[in-house]
T-cell receptor
């Protein structure tokens, strides 16, 4: 079945630095990828929809200059947390699906635990 | 906007059936999903149901959909310790998925 690989699985960085998280679809092409953020014991909050070859669509309240999304190819989307601060510490998860992502085709990565110290 | 709600906790005895309930508000939902998340891991799609279906069964899992009441349930038969996890209900009507808050299922001996 469809596999989505997300790296790194865990990262600790110093406050003020930037961190890049990669999301790859291994056996299918993903026109659309999604980035979620999950706080402890809470649900997944959609941050943005990443579209190959075009700008990402950010959800209300998500700072596009802080969370940079690049979807340069049909198999790779990256999320860069710029000038990270402790409040950015969270679990970030990507998902991808073939085509426009409708229906049962969503596959999730294993997540990235970001800790900003 | 769209909203998906589910209870936060459920505790069942090993071997019993677990029933996790979910309600949603979007009447134009096309697909409804159940995802499983184990500690520190991503989400695993357990099953999904198309909005024109009432029921779907897959081995120990049974999904019931009451579209009129916008109610979705997941029944896990013969619950095992390995079923301990957080279960997320989700719906989609376009290209994005809206998740519920998750139900933490714990199994007692």
């Amino acid at each position: 079945g469809a596999v989505v690989s997300q790296h790194p699985s865990r990262v600790i960085c110093k406050s003020g630095t930037s961190v890049k998280i990669e999301c790859r679809s291994l056996d299918f092409q993903a026109t659309t990828m999604f980035w979620y953020r999950q706080f402890p014991k809470q649900s997944l909050m959609l941050m943005a929809t990443s579209n190959e070859g075009s700008k990402a669509t950010y959800e209300q309240g998500v700072e596009k200059d802080k969370f940079l999304i690049n979807h340069a190819s049909l198999t790779l989307s990256t999320l860069t947390v710029t000038s990270a601060h402790p409040e950015d510490s969270s679990f970030y998860i990507c998902s991808a699906a073939p085509g426009q992502g409708q229906g049962y085709g969503y596959t999730f990565g294993s997540g990235t635990r970001l800790t900003v110290v | 906007g769209e909203d998906v709600e589910q209870s936060l906790f459920l505790s069942v005895r090993e071997g019993d059936s677990s029933v996790i309930n979910c309600t949603y508000t979007d009447s134009s939902s096309t697909y409804l999903y159940w995802y499983k998340q184990e500690p520190g891991a991503g989400l695993q799609l357990l099953t999904y149901i198309f909005s024109n279906m009432d029921m779907k069964q897959d081995q120990r899992l049974t999904v019931l959909l009451n579209k009129k009441d916008k109610h979705l349930s997941l029944r896990i038969a013969d619950t095992q310790t390995g079923d301990s996890a957080i279960y997320f209900c989700a719906e989609s009507s376009s290209s994005k998925i809206i998740f519920g808050s998750g139900t933490r299922l714990s199994i007692r001996p």
